[in-house]
């Protein structure tokens, strides 16, 4: 359905059932789905190119995330998820966390 542009404001009722939902869906979404996703490629790449900067790996995480301004309600679950990309699509182990420090996966 298309709403309808107008003049007036929403409703304090409409923004609570309808508006509010949609944007908290939106936000799990991106969270669940496309932060990890977007953040392993950030992490992985930059090593790669060796054009990554000593710092934690929370630094570069929030590096990372600050393009979708969005802030994680859960960032052990998308750490988790980060990490697990990582090693599986990058061929890559965290070491350390502080300094960061990758090892290559030899498969």
């Given at each position: 359905m298309l709403r309808k542009s107008t003049d007036e404001d929403i409703s304090d009722e409409e923004c609570e059932?309808?508006?509010?939902?949609?944007?908290d869906n939106?936000?799990?979404?991106?969270e669940e789905y496309i932060m990890p996703e977007v953040i392993a490629y950030y992490l992985a790449n930059s090593f790669?190119?060796?054009?990554m900067w000593e710092a934690t790996f929370l630094q570069h995480f929030n590096s990372?995330?600050?393009?979708?301004?969005?802030?994680?309600?859960?960032?052990?679950?998308?750490?988790a998820?980060?990490?697990k990309l990582l090693r599986l699509k990058y061929a890559l182990e965290?070491?350390?966390?502080?300094p960061l420090d990758f090892?290559?996966?030899e498969y």
């Open positions: 059932k309808v508006i509010n939902p949609f944007y939106y936000h799990t979404f991106v790669y190119r060796n054009a990372a995330s600050d393009m979708f301004n969005l802030i994680s309600d859960n960032y052990e679950k998308t750490k998820e980060v990490i965290i070491i350390s966390e502080d090892k290559i996966i």
